[in-house]
Nanobody, 127 residues
């Protein structure tokens, strides 16, 4: 069974940086696409960034573009999210997700298109 485990969350002041990691186990095959999603209290889960493993193409939400960077180390089966210039609005639970099915990039930020999810890691940004 595929398992995803996130780490690296915590509390940080606005303007600071955090790096999230996601360890994938239970498979030796690199997922077709992997992504980071987040959910703030009372809000729906939203796509933050996605990477298509074979091509390396990445997609970001407008709210994090230029501040966050998604990357992966296929050899180690790891996914990362470097978050710089953190804003209070970045607060939320961050989830790692993966899927082995082909999917149009037009749907990159749809949580329902990802089969496997981690338990999440909390990120809290304060002023």
């Amino acid at each position: 069974e595929v398992q995803l485990v996130e780490s690296g969350g915590g509390s940080e002041q606005a303007g600071g940086s955090l790096r999230l990691s996601c360890a994938v186990s239970g498979t030796s095959y690199t997922a077709y696409r992997m992504g980071w999603f987040r959910q703030a209290p009372g809000k729906e889960r939203e796509g933050v960034a996605v990477i298509y493993s074979s091509s390396g193409l990445t997609y970001y939400s407008d709210s994090v573009k230029g501040r966050f960077t998604i990357s992966q180390d296929s050899a180690k089966n790891m996914l990362y999210l470097q978050m710089n210039s953190l804003e209070i609005e970045d607060t939320g639970m961050y989830y790692c997700a993966s899927d082995w099915r082909m999917m149009s990039p037009a749907r990159w930020d749809e949580p329902g298109t990802f089969r496997y999810w981690g338990q999440g890691t909390q990120v809290t940004v304060s002023s």
